[in-house]
């Protein structure tokens, strides 16, 4: 063999290596070199902590390094939310950005510590959830039309729970009652499970509950329903329609939406190995399957659609924040 067959063999050689190596962060080694940790803005058992032990598996499995979960809960998200924008911006630190720590806090607060846009660096959306709107059976109303009629007559005389004010529960019903018109009272609770036990108990009339605590409650008759907030049908439960189709309201959306951000400064071959990583994760069946049981729907992005997806969803929630008067300090 002559010299000139070595040379092009171990040039494509060393090419063919150095494709399969993982991305440098800019430090010399290459991206992630050790754990990434993932900070939740939630308590063990919240939406958020579900996906993300949903994919911490096949994270762990693409990136070659653990996914370190790391439950941060408090000051409704902004405790992890300002932590992760104060984080070292080398990919290290992560967290699962909701839809109240990037579209609905920063106008919910009157002095937040951080912008949702200008402190991070967005990777890209995982999945969402919507509310269902549901009503006590007694409520004299068996669909989303007359449920409207019902609250014109009679304005603030229908009665909606919620999990608390700023949450989506509270603002699905905010939304709605802006683009129908009506007037409804608000019943804050101190979490979902009080809201609906009032619910089911009659003290109060409807909830645009969460999907996923709705469901049991909706197919074993206890409660009515008559929409998801969702922008398409959702799998879990098809036969609901959206509440734009069942009310004729044209851009009706409110879901819960998830996704992962960083500081902002993260290296591009940071942000670009983890959006890979969690784009492939979302793809694995057991994660598929965990999700589906958990009424949340798939909805991936490239870090450039998920960031302009935040600037669009902070100027909607401010709309509807300032409409509501609701206020979280």
């Avoid at 709107?133 to 007694?138: A, C, D, R, S, Y």
């Avoid at 049908?233 to 309201?249: D, F, M, N, Y």
Wanted: with cysteine.
């Amino acid at each position: 063999m002559t010299w000139f067959r070595w040379f092009a063999l171990l040039s494509v050689a060393f090419s063919c290596t150095a494709l399969a190596q993982p991305l440098s962060t800019g430090s010399g080694q290459a991206y992630p070199a050790r754990p990434v940790r993932v900070l939740i803005p939630f308590t063990a058992g919240s939406a958020a902590d579900i996906i993300a032990r949903a994919m911490e598996p096949a994270m762990r499995e693409r990136l070659g390094q653990p996914f370190v979960i790391d439950n941060r809960g408090g000051a409704g998200g902004n405790i992890a939310t300002e932590m992760t924008a104060k984080a070292t911006p080398d990919g290290y630190t992560v967290m699962m950005a909701t839809i109240g720590t990037h579209a609905i806090n920063y106008s919910l607060y009157s002095k937040p510590s951080f912008h949702p846009q200008r402190d991070f660096t967005p990777v890209g959306l995982v999945g969402e959830s919507p509310n269902a709107l549901v009503v006590n059976p007694k409520v004299q109303a068996t669909s989303i039309q007359e449920l409207i009629a019902l609250a014109k007559s009679k304005p603030g005389g229908l009665n909606y729970g919620s999990s608390g004010a700023g949450t989506t529960v509270h603002l699905s019903a905010e939304l709605f009652s802006v683009m129908t018109g009506i007037k409804m009272t608000h019943v804050p609770h101190k979490g979902a499970a009080e809201a609906l036990t009032s619910l089911l108990g009659g003290q109060t009339d409807l909830m645009f509950a969460s999907l996923s605590s709705s469901i049991p409650l909706i197919k074993a008759g206890r409660l009515r329903a008559f929409a998801v907030t969702g922008a398409k049908r959702s799998p879990s439960i098809p036969e609901l329609p959206t509440v734009a189709e069942a009310a004729g309201l044209n851009g009706y959306e409110a879901s819960a939406w998830f996704g992962i951000v960083g500081p902002a400064g993260m290296p591009k071959s940071a942000v670009v190995t983890l959006n890979k990583a969690a784009l492939s994760s979302l793809e694995d069946a057991e994660v598929r399957k965990r999700l589906f049981n958990a009424a949340v729907e798939i909805r991936t992005s490239s870090p450039e659609d998920f960031a302009r997806y935040i600037e669009s969803e902070m100027q909607k929630w401010a709309k509807v924040v300032k409409a509501s008067g609701a206020r979280a300090d």
